[in-house]
């Protein structure tokens, strides 16, 4: 058997990224792929400014606690003061400019309004500032000219909020992957029709779809396709037309109603690995052939089969389908952020394949299992809030760190 790390060597070797990219908003770029790198194009922020609601004014004139300045004028945000005359102050607000000559601002609770003997409005200063107080440098978060986003990079909330604190208006990115979805087996029928005998509702459609939909992809669903091999290479034909990628579920093993694999053969290329790791051992992967009005494109799309039992589905997706959907995309080969957490049950009979191991934070930080880990209790993977990613034949006592992938932390 194949490790997991060699399967994932060899799927990335295979994959290429997306050629085709299109310029969106940054408004609506969430979960996008950058194809370009964000250059800013000025400082961050442009200007000194005062993160404080408060006095500006210059140290030096006031050296000690109780002096008194005459306040000359008043800078709000969006505003630009006047240069500072010596011996005077500023009313200043958050993110106003700095007024010129003024280097320090004192927070309005350290200080008390007040009037000259002339009348004029004026500030007690209660705390001798210090230069440099309360004032954000201009370009201390960025200079000009830096790169602040990669390409590669996937665009979290955050990240748009730093592409439009340079002022871009608009992001390069990579297209969205094409995925041809579709399941096999004359056993599997839709809910809201009538189960018959023998009959099971095909949940893997609805988790598969599900999942390449959070991994920004375009879905194009083939639905269920009958248990006959000319059907399965008309599927395998339309899903190879206009999409990157062509995912099934069930029917990758060799038996006589197993039609995928013969089928993928006679219209591509196909190999059937087993991998070292439980559950999700059987993965087809290979490619499919375009036709003729490809329009330029690469001459195949992409195939990976995974197993029908909806955990090994939906395990070997995390761990093997979505670093395929990455390198599609031009992201960097990473691995998924792991914590470090305690284990809060033994686990004495481990197996001999990589394990991932459905749990969740209990109330007293411990993780608990789920008590079924069979590959085919779907209820597990809704329970859980990760995978504990066990190595081979590697036993877990109470209180052993593990290692602790959560679902959250999945884009």
């Not at 990589?354 to 880990?373: K, T, V, Y």
Request: aromatic content about 4%; overall charge neutral; hydrophobic content about 45%.
């Amino acid at each position: 058997m194949l490790s997991l790390d060699e399967a994932l060597a060899r799927l990335r070797a295979a994959t290429s990224p997306l050629a085709e990219t299109e310029a969106v908003s940054t408004f609506d770029a969430l979960g996008r792929v950058l194809a370009r790198a964000v250059r800013s194009r000025l400082d961050v922020p442009p200007h000194d400014n005062s993160s404080m609601d408060g006095y500006a004014m210059r140290a030096a004139d006031v050296p000690s606690r109780g002096g008194v300045l005459p306040v000359l004028q008043r800078v709000a945000a969006g505003q630009v003061g006047v240069r500072l005359e010596a011996g005077s102050a500023a009313r200043i607000f958050t993110g106003a400019p700095i007024p010129e000559g003024a280097d320090a601002v004192v927070m309005q609770e350290h200080c008390e309004p007040t009037t000259m003997l002339d009348g004029r409005p004026a500030v007690r200063v209660k705390t001798p500032p210090e230069a440099g107080q309360w004032i954000r440098r201009r370009g201390e978060d960025v200079r000009a000219d830096a790169v602040v986003l990669e390409a590669g990079t996937r665009l979290t909330p955050q990240a748009l909020g730093l592409a439009a604190s340079v002022g871009a208006a608009t992001l390069d990115v990579v297209r969205r992957p094409r995925v041809a979805l579709f399941s096999t087996g004359d056993e599997l029928v839709m809910p809201g029709e009538p189960l018959k005998p023998g009959a099971i509702y095909n949940s893997n459609r609805y988790t598969l779809r599900a999942l390449l939909q959070q991994a920004g992809c375009e879905v194009g669903d083939l639905g269920i396709v009958p248990d006959r091999l000319e059907a399965t290479r008309e599927a395998l034909r339309r899903a190879a037309r206009g999409h990157d990628l062509i995912l099934t579920s069930g029917g990758v093993s060799v038996g006589e109603e197993d039609h995928l694999r013969p089928a993928v053969q006679a219209e591509g290329a196909i190999d059937l690995w087993q991998i070292a790791i439980k559950p999700g051992k059987p993965l087809a992967f290979g490619h499919v052939r375009r036709g003729v009005d490809n329009e330029g494109g690469p001459a195949s799309a992409l195939f990976i089969g995974l197993p029908g039992n909806p955990v090994s589905s939906f395990v070997t997706f995390l761990v093997a389908v979505r670093p395929v959907l990455q390198a599609l995309q031009g992201m960097p080969a990473t691995e998924p952020a792991a914590l470090a957490l305690p284990a809060g049950f033994d686990w004495s009979r481990p197996d001999a394949r990589r394990e991932f191991l459905r749990a969740r934070r209990g109330a007293d930080g411990l993780l608990e299992l789920f008590p079924n880990q069979s590959s085919g209790v779907l209820t597990s993977a809704v329970w859980a809030e990760g995978l504990i990613d066990n190595p081979p034949g590697h036993a877990i006592a109470r209180g052993d760190l593990v290692r602790f992938l959560p679902f959250s932390d999945r884009p």
